[in-house]
């Protein structure tokens, strides 16, 4: 039933506006992808274009053999769960999950039956004979994934489908999604903003950026190696900070940047170091000490918050405005010179220029 989708070197415009740039993605059976990136970057759009309901300037979009570009909507056979995909109001429950299968010219016991079946899989069973009206936000979200999975599609699609929930239910019907599309082995695209939500459902997710993919790969990836600035960024790693091998001793490099910055990094925790590069680290990846050092950055700190765990640091250092953590056990003051030492679990090194 199942089959990998693959998006070649797609372009999309609105009018005389590129929304998407020669945007290429392969998602394999039965895997779930998720697109993650600001407002307005593309992710709809992208829906849009592999649904039907946009057809692309250039590119190509495959669902296993099948040529889908310019294939009419309706003869897509997608589920689709959108934030907003009303369901029929004046159909109950049970007809409102039986409809697509009604489509399909199925027999009107065997649909009933279907549908009762993938209702009790969805927790509805009590809830049948309910009009959408007579739902909460969440019951109602829960029939357009029953009504999207009951036709088995060999894609699903959802666009935001937890948005309109509060926290709990949202991480108890993102759980529920995951174990739906894995136990019917579907090939599944997922869009959202929220990098958790991202990252906890997906197989691999696709950091998009004004139209353009800037890295695809595992959330275990993305999180802990990003492969460019933005990525960088987008994952929590807000100093960067441009520095030049000058010693090599084993495993450890000895980095240096303007104005006495000096640091020690080894490339056993963090990967081959090129001799110009950039340093990226969270702030629980830059420690503050008073103590004079050796090596590290020469900081003045401003602004302390506390964070339960730790406390943060704004700092001003050679290298610029950067955000330093220290311990609860010896707090600093605004206006304390300091110097931040990079901790390696925190830290991840990007080529030369990114920053
Ligand atoms: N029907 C339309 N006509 C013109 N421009 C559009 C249309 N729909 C979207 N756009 C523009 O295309 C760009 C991409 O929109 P898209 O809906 O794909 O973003 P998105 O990533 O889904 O954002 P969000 O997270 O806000 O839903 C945006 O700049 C948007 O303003
Ligand atoms: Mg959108």
Redesign the pocket.
């Known amino acids: 039933m199942t089959a990998p989708l693959s998006l070649a070197n797609l372009t999309a415009h609105?009018?005389t506006?590129k929304?998407?740039d020669d945007l290429s993605l392969d998602v394999g059976e039965g895997e779930l992808v998720s697109?993650l990136?600001?407002?307005?970057?593309?992710?709809?759009?992208?829906?849009?274009l592999i649904a039907g309901f946009l057809v692309p300037t250039a590119g190509t979009i495959h669902l296993g053999e099948t040529d889908l570009t310019r294939l009419p909507a309706h003869r897509r056979n997608i589920g689709l769960v959108f934030q907003n995909y009303a369901l029929f109001p004046h159909l109950s429950v049970l007809d409102n999950v039986a409809f697509g299968l009604k489509q399909r010219g199925m027999a009107s016991a065997a649909r009933a039956e279907r549908a009762r079946a993938m209702l009790a899989r969805v927790g509805l069973t009590p809830l049948e004979e309910r009009l959408p009206g007579e739902l909460s936000g969440g019951q109602r979200q829960r029939v357009a994934l029953a009504r999207a999975l009951v036709i088995e599609p060999p894609l699903l699609m959802f666009?935001?489908p937890l948005s309109n929930l509060d926290a709990k239910l949202r991480v108890d019907m993102r759980v529920e999604i995951r174990q739906l599309q894995r136990a019917n082995n579907t090939t599944a695209v997922f869009?959202t903003?929220d990098q958790e939500e991202a990252f906890s459902i997906s197989d691999r997710v696709a950091i998009?950026d004004a139209?353009r993919i800037r890295q695809f790969d595992a959330p275990e990836t993305l999180y802990q190696r990003p492969a460019n600035a933005f990525v960088a960024r987008f994952v929590g790693f807000e100093n960067l900070i441009a520095l030049e091998a000058r010693r090599r001793e084993g495993a450890i490099v000895h980095a240096e940047g303007p104005g006495g910055i000096s640091v020690a990094l080894d490339q056993d925790r963090l990967g081959a170091i090129p001799d110009r590069f950039t340093l990226a680290t969270r702030p629980d990846g830059l420690r503050v000490t008073a103590q004079p050092e050796a090596e590290g950055i020469p900081a003045s700190l401003g602004l302390r918050t506390y964070l339960g765990r730790a406390y943060h640091y704004q700092a001003e250092t050679p290298a610029g405005h950067l955000v330093a953590s220290g311990p609860l056990s010896r707090p600093l003051q605004s206006g304390d010179q300091a110097r931040l030492v990079p901790e390696a679990e925190q830290c991840c090194i990007l080529p030369e220029g990114e920053i």
């Open positions: 609105y009018g506006t929304v998407l697109l990136g600001a407002s307005g970057c593309g992710k709809t759009t992208t829906l849009r666009d935001e869009v903003h998009m139209g």
